[in-house]
């Protein structure tokens, strides 16, 4: 069968999910890009059917004409694969118009815009965060009104945790509105402030059902971090997938993934376990997750993840087996925005938990700093047991530091 995969940039975890899809047995595999086809590895480039570039890699216009290029070539798609959270909207424009199975325009709109998101779950008793799209001050002040601080401001598109942040009282509020004047072209999505542990809930669909799910433990939350540039943080994967938190939470999220409409596909849902012990889901994504999730995935199973969320979406295959291990990923940090100066606390590191590294990518000096929460670099730890996994991440965070240059030098 003809796949194509709509990659607008060759991000290294871009590269695995096309190399994973490109060794599905059966399928012929195009890829559609902003990058030109030079800056794929040879390896991968082998592999494929065809590549066609386009001026911009999230316009459903431009994605639609090289589709048609690569059809004249190749032969007409049977489905068209994406990762990426903006191409999601645009992809699921192409197939409609090309009549291409997969997830189409109006369920791709309820996971991409989350104040839509939000209002469908609420409509449907489902718990999550009261919210408001604001497309002016007014409507804003009065939402923080009728919530109280703190209430967290995010933008309605928004993808991993970008221009997101806290407000903590009528200051902090004034000043957003001073900087961030919403307005109808550019609303913001304010949020009551949720507490408790925030945990993630991957699943893989097929009809509707749940065929696999899994679920990890932020610690702390992402929104912590963004606020702390110093704050080193971890996921931890249980080797266990059963247990309290997912009897919590997978009724929920499976109510969740059907009314806003996905029937087949991997969904990443962010959610909270209260203090009271309800769960409250923060949003959703009908993609697989970033921040390394699918390599402690394939760490955690002795599988590969990559290849399997796409023979899930070409294929309506996946069977993952039996997880094996706890899995856990600490994503390093260094404060400020200065280039990296110095790692601190590697050779103590290595010495304690070298034994249980199973992937690392390090910060180097002279290394800019990163925008994301994600952080300057990351390292995966691997055990039988939970609680290795989880002491082991706090002792990481804790002896390894990121030491920058003051910002200019």
Known sequence: MHVVFVAPFFMSATLRFIKGAAELPGVRLSLVSQDPLDRLPPSLRARLSAHQQVPDGLNPAHIAIA?????????????????????????????????????????????????????????????????????????????????????????????????????????????????????????????????????????????????????????????????????????????????DEHLAIAPSALAALRVLGLENGFSHLEWFRREDGSVAISEVGARPPGAQFMSLLSHAHDWDFYRGWA?????????????????GAAYIRGQGRGPVKAIHGLDRAQARLGDLVVEAHLPKPGQAASDSYEGDGFVILRHPDTAVIRDALQELVSTVQVERAPAGH
Not at 87 to 104: D, K, N, S, T, Y
Not at 139 to 157: M, S, W
Request: with cysteine; proline share 7%; hydrophobic share 40%.
């Open 67 to 243: 589709i048609e290029k690569l059809a004249s070539r190749t032969g007409q798609p049977e489905r068209i694969l994406a990762t990426l959270e903006q191409a999601q909207v645009p992809v699921a424009q192409v197939r409609e118009a090309l009549g291409v199975a997969g997830l189409g325009v109006e369920a791709s709109r309820n996971f991409r815009d989350k104040a839509r998101m939000k209002s469908i779950l609420r409509g449907a008793g489902i718990a999550c965060a009261r919210h408001r799209l604001a497309g002016d001050a007014r409507t804003a002040r009065d939402f923080v009104e009728q919530v109280g601080f703190p209430v967290v401001v995010k933008p309605p598109a928004g993808a991993g945790a970008k221009a997101t942040f806290k407000l903590e009282n009528i200051a902090d509020f004034e000043k957003y509105i001073a900087a961030y004047p919403p307005n109808p072209a550019n609303p913001g999505l304010l949020e009551e402030f949720m507490t408790g542990s925030e945990h993630s809930y991957e699943s893989a669909l097929l009809g509707g059902e749940t065929c696999w799910s899994s679920w990890s433990a932020y610690m702390p939350s992402p929104l912590q971090v963004l606020e702390n540039d110093w704050m080193q943080w971890c996921v931890l994967l249980p080797r266990s997938t059963a247990g």
């Open 311 to 327: 023979g899930l979406m070409a294929l309506d295959e996946f069977a993952p087996p039996e997880r094996k291990y706890a899995c």
